[in-house]
């Protein structure tokens, strides 16, 4: 069957079966991990703030208190040292004359307050209808009518509520997974206890493990968790936690396989500058990413994506964006390297920076942690 007309009919049956390949594969939507996971606090503050009988400009305070977020503000540090030089590539929407205007202000202070506290684009992001984001967005596309933007509301104005009840039942169902929390070392506590506050909703479906047990320490625990027969593992580190994490994954692909997602929690992901050696510092955390996070020693032989987030801590007053010691830049996982990986499984995703300032309302922080890390996943499938 060489001739021209047969050759033709073969050609168009593959071409037909690989259409109806393509339609039946399932497409990962793109999504805005930052916006995602802030308007869902946005939502919880709302409720909170509701149950406390506070009214819209209560409201409005707390967003710009503790929901830094500008739909065009990627990269947070550039655009406060350097606006001039911020943009690379292909710029955001808006993204330019945003960078114009903070490059006109004189003071680091003043750029701070323009980029999260004024500017109306970073507010009409934050304060519109959440519904405006489209279905992709919905929390009740990836996990059913319980998981609606008011029982968000809900769940941050009385947890005991009826729709509270419902989807806190909805998450727990659509991602039925054991929770590690990696603390950070107990000489460098959190700026705020989100990892506690994890550990008090999650209960029994979370284990703590301790930074100060160290790379060989956190590993053995790690690698405990993976080899019993429970369910699969999302991890969230904070400060050291994520370091020891980290070097634990490339020489063990059952944790590996077991590992649905990697939260970071101002994590030392690129090192600390205020060490001069050791596993921590900038220098040999940055060799240490360059060497091994890298798609080839980190995939999965089941090709799917592991979601790798990073929450960064941010004290504005700080001379290096960031907190003392950790900047923006360190605690954001870099993209890992591709070459002579044998399928792309790790991806990436910034969820920018929360306030570092012991009023933050880490109980709502964890409930977007957790609404959000489940509605990615259960989005993904």
């Not at 509270?164 to 929770?179: D, F, G, Q, Y």
């Amino acid at each position: 069957m060489t001739d021209p007309i047969s050759l033709a009919l073969t050609a168009l049956a593959a071409s037909l079966g690989f259409a109806i390949i393509w339609v039946q594969w399932p497409q990962t939507p793109e999504l805005d991990g930052e916006r995602w996971f802030k308007s869902l606090l946005v939502a919880l503050l709302q409720g909170h703030v509701e149950g406390r009988g506070g009214d819209a400009d209560a409201f409005d305070t707390e967003v710009i208190r503790f929901v830094p977020y500008h739909p065009a503000g990627r990269f947070p540090e550039r655009k406060i040292t350097m606006p001039e030089l911020a943009v690379t590539g292909a710029a955001l929407d808006g993204e330019r004359a945003l960078c114009e205007t903070l490059a006109a202000l004189p003071t680091r202070e003043a750029r701070w307050a323009r980029l999260y506290d004024e500017d109306e684009a970073g507010l009409d992001a934050r304060l519109s209808d959440p519904y405006d984001l489209g279905e992709v967005y919905d929390p009740t596309t990836a996990m059913g009518p319980d998981a609606s933007w008011e029982a968000v509301a809900a769940w941050g104005k009385d947890p005991d509520s009826e729709a509270a009840v419902a989807l806190k039942a909805a998450l727990w169902r659509s991602l039925p997974v054991r929770w590690v929390l990696i603390k950070g070392r107990s000489s460098h506590p959190s700026p705020a206890p989100v990892l506690d506050a994890l550990a008090q909703i999650l209960g029994e479906r979370a284990v703590m493990l301790k930074g100060d047990a160290g790379a060989e320490g956190v590993a053995e625990a790690l690698g405990e968790l993976a080899d019993d027969d429970g369910p699969p593992l999302v991890h969230v580190g904070e400060e050291a936690g994520v370091t020891w994490l980290l070097h634990a994954l490339p020489d063990n692909v059952v944790l590996r396989e077991r590992t649905q997602a990697i939260l970071s929690v101002g994590g030392v992901i690129g090192g600390r500058s205020d060490v001069d050696s050791g596993p921590l510092s900038t220098m040999a955390q940055r060799d240490w990413l360059g060497a091994h996070f890298r798609q080839r020693q980190i995939e999965t032989d089941v090709v799917r994506l592991t979601p790798y987030f990073a929450v960064q801590w941010l004290d504005r007053t700080c001379e290096e964006p960031g907190i003392e010691g950790l900047s923006l830049a360190s605690m954001r996982f870099p993209d890992p390297d591709p070459t002579d990986a044998s399928a792309i499984t790790v991806e990436t995703v910034d969820l920018g920076p929360l306030p570092a300032i012991p009023t933050l309302p880490t109980e709502l922080v964890a409930r977007a942690l957790i609404t959000f890390i489940t509605a990615w996943l259960a989005q993904r499938r």
